[in-house]
């Protein structure tokens, strides 16, 4: 039986397209499924990405421009007014990967942002969203977290990755989200090619 393909997203809890993309990936289950793809979600910080400043109030140009993509793609979003200083729940998604908490915290973590309208810059907040899940932060791992993130991201602008979502296609980024048909289209054909190019 053939291994499942593999596409490496990347994303930041900061970014609001990417909740967008979260929620038509999830979706998209059927189709993942139907092309055995599977996703490795990866958090980096986007301020190391693109150089935009944590605190940094949205402005109204960005923000029409997220909440069209939304209502375009059919996601209720709630925007936070300023760029989420989001490194923290980040490094926490990161060190979860290959677990079970890992989906369980990016959807916790997405829907307290974008649905809620949490502030998770407050470290308590961030340690009852661990509680919902059943589970304590250890705070005495903070800094090696970080610097792991630091690390994941540093290497995501190596591989040409300038901003979320980013799907990683093989050797080559694909910024943005679009409509299902779009992506499935995307990947469906990504998906064929890789197979047919294996098989030769």
């Known amino acids: 039986m053939l291994e499942p393909l593999r596409v490496r997203v990347y994303y930041d809890f900061a970014s609001s397209l990417g909740y967008v ?7 998209m289950a059927h189709d993942l499924d139907e092309f055995d793809i599977v996703l490795d979600w990866t958090p980096l910080d986007l301020s190391r990405i693109t150089g935009w400043p944590r ?8 923000r029409a421009n ?3 993509v939304a ?12 760029f989420v200083d989001s490194r923290a729940a980040n490094a926490l998604a990161l060190a979860f990967t ?5 989906p369980a915290w990016r959807e916790r973590v997405y829907s307290a942002i974008h ?10 907040v961030l340690a009852s969203l661990a509680r919902d899940l059943g589970f304590e932060i250890d705070a005495a791992s903070d800094f090696e977290r970080l610097v792991e993130l630091e690390r994941v991201s540093l290497a995501a602008r190596a591989e040409q990755v300038t901003g979320v979502p980013t799907f990683m296609l093989g050797g080559w980024p694909v910024g943005g989200i679009q409509e299902e048909s779009v992506m499935r289209s995307l990947l469906g054909r990504w998906a064929e090619k890789t197979r047919r190019a294996a098989a030769n």
Do not use: F, K, N, Q
């Open 71 to 82: 209502r375009e793609l059919s996601v209720a979003i709630r925007m936070p007014v300023h």
């Open 66 to 68: 997220v909440l069209r």
């Open 115 to 124: 649905e809620e309208g949490r502030c998770i810059e407050d470290a308590e």
């Open 21 to 27: 993309a979260h929620r038509v990936m999830e979706r």
């Open 55 to 62: 605190g940094a109030v949205v402005d109204d140009g960005r």
């Open 98 to 102: 290959g677990t079970d908490r890992e």
